[in-house]
């Protein structure tokens, strides 16, 4: 029996779980691997997306075949506008004339290099049409951090899958990022005490942690600091924040209307899901941004950085050393 | 004559500065053999409007971790907009924590 990915009508960051209960890695010996979509199917949100992108990429590969059903159902074209089905179909044709994406969503990316990501970030700000400095900012701060992680820590040659897309109405931007590396276990296993997916995808997000050396504050290269800015821009905004690694997924809840805001270091300490998952070989991370709420982003930065020292004796004071001219 | 070497970031890491590559070669090629000589460095953000803190961490972090306090006196962040500020100051807030702070 071939592996099957079941693909649900929908999947968003507010409803994960059916989508992640594929194996997505569990391959017989039949080398091939179906995509089967639902009859209904509508929506995969940008992190799917990427997710899918990875996987079968990952697939090819390692010459497993990917095939798919239901490919005609109507929310098909969708992925195809956002780039998947060169990826999983690759000889699928249109009906439609091609859109220049530009306004709504930023199709789908294979990012391998640092150059590859240094042009994905100058192309994404006119094609989402972020009519401020702030807002381009926050959104271009999340896919470098993110899509850094895979460069850096995924291991091999390993690329970034990512994809955005704007909705207007809601004013949010969602961002999808995935790999098929080492995952965040393998990265930090035997430090701090991580052993399982779970504890390791839970240290990942402390500032720290997984600048991959046992000094605060990381090594020379890296402070291990990218998830927490990434997930606390994520919270300032009010939005989900998904983390998925090995067998397990974290979720940073909305905020509820009328709850202030308050970044945490520990993201146990923000309202919060961690739950197990079938498995995935590699690391995906959504974010969803309500630009509507950014505002400044440098209030952001600022809160962000009140609550990196949230757990520290003493907040250190060097400002009045540091000469800006 | 101002005799310090100065790094114009625009112009070699555009007006986001995030690629840590590029950070890292800046860090070992210009600023760690700058201040081992003792001589001053200018670090020029104009026309920057946003950066990460992974890049600024790439930048200064070892220079900190090697000099301390002192380096603060040798270097100059120069048209550094609110946002690049608050993010130098955070690295140079984690990367000068004492133990006892901890």
Redesign the interface.
Known sequence: MPLVISIPNQCSTNAPRKFLENDFFGFTEDKTAFIKFHPAFVYLQPFAISMLAAWADYCNQVGVRVETENIKASGVEYLWRMGLLKYVQPDYKSTRTEHEPSGRFIPLTKVAT?ED??KF??DLVPLLHLDS?DK??AV??CI??MT?NVL?HAGGNCSAFVSAQFFKDAQRVSIGVADTGVGILSTLKGKYGVADDGTAIIEAMK??ISGTSAN???S????G??LF?TKSIADFTGEYFVLLSGNTYYRLMRRRIGEKIRLSFDPLQNRSQVCPIKGWNGTAVAIDINISRVGN??DI??L??DA??ES????????A????? | MDTRIQIAVFEIA?N?A?????A?EIRDTIILPTIKNNKGIIIDFAKV??T???FI??LI??PL?EQG?AF?KM?????????V??????????????????
């Open positions: 640092s990501l240094r970030i100058s400095v381009a900012n271009r701060y470098s951090e850094r850096e500032p720290g605060m504050y990381g020379k290269d890296n402070a600091a990218g800015f982003f440098n930065v600022s962000i950085r990196f020292f520290r004796k003493a907040k250190p004071s060097f400002a050393k540091v000469k800006f001219t | 555009s986001f995030e690629n840590k590559d590029i890292k409007d946003g990460t803190q992974s961490h790439a972090n070892e971790r306090e603060l270097v100059e962040f120069k048209n550094c907009n609110n946002i500020k608050n993010i130098v100051l955070a690295v140079v807030e984690y990367s000068l924590i004492r133990p006892e702070d901890l």
